[in-house]
């Protein structure tokens, strides 16, 4: 290959990569700036690793959020799934709960997606939103435990903040293409 064709694909790789991050920047720029519940840095980062994301508009992105936050949800329960068949730690019956609540979680945010791709963005929203409040009933669960072995795990914690800004995201940037 010539030294000026390697040059001109090397230059049209290098120019594709930032327009793709571009999109996933401006988009959680315009998400963050029209809902300050959005944490812009959150955005970029997980909405930028997903193999989707390059050159996907709005529309795209909002269904990104809603995927991601399909795939944390699932993780939630199976960390629950673990942490339960280690013993629960005094905690058995809190993480059972997050373990169904996960699963729940999970669903929303497909449906959240599944809304969005068919352009019911009102009903996607209510999905996402329908997804953090079952993340925080997880969060309820342990606090109803009556003694300090009841304790939330900070996995477990990790995944309901997840959850929680996630749909954010997903409901910002919908926001936007309405």
Not at 154 to 163: D, E, R, T
Request: a negative charge; proline letters at 2%.
């Amino acid at each position: 290959m010539k030294p000026c064709y390697t040059a001109a694909l090397l230059a049209v790789a290098v120019l594709g990569v930032v327009a793709v991050d571009a999109t996933v920047v401006t988009t959680c720029r315009a998400a963050a700036d029209g809902d300050a519940r959005v944490d812009y840095g959150f955005c970029v980062a997980e909405l930028g690793k997903h193999h989707d994301s390059p050159g996907a508009d709005a529309w795209g992105l909002a269904k990104v959020a809603a995927l991601t936050g399909v795939v944390d949800a699932d993780n939630a329960a199976y960390d629950a799934r673990d942490l339960l068949a280690k013993g629960g730690g005094g905690a058995a019956a809190a993480l059972a709960r997050c373990g169904e609540l996960y699963r729940a979680v999970g669903f929303a945010f497909a449906e959240a997606h599944d809304d969005i791709n068919a352009r019911d963005y009102a009903d996607g929203k209510g999905k996402a939103a329908d997804a953090a409040s079952l993340a925080r009933q997880c969060d309820a669960a342990f606090a109803a435990g009556k003694d300090d072995a009841a304790t939330m795990p900070p996995v477990i914690a990790q995944h309901g903040s997840y959850a929680a800004r996630i749909a954010i995201v997903c409901t910002a940037i919908t926001n936007l293409i309405e």
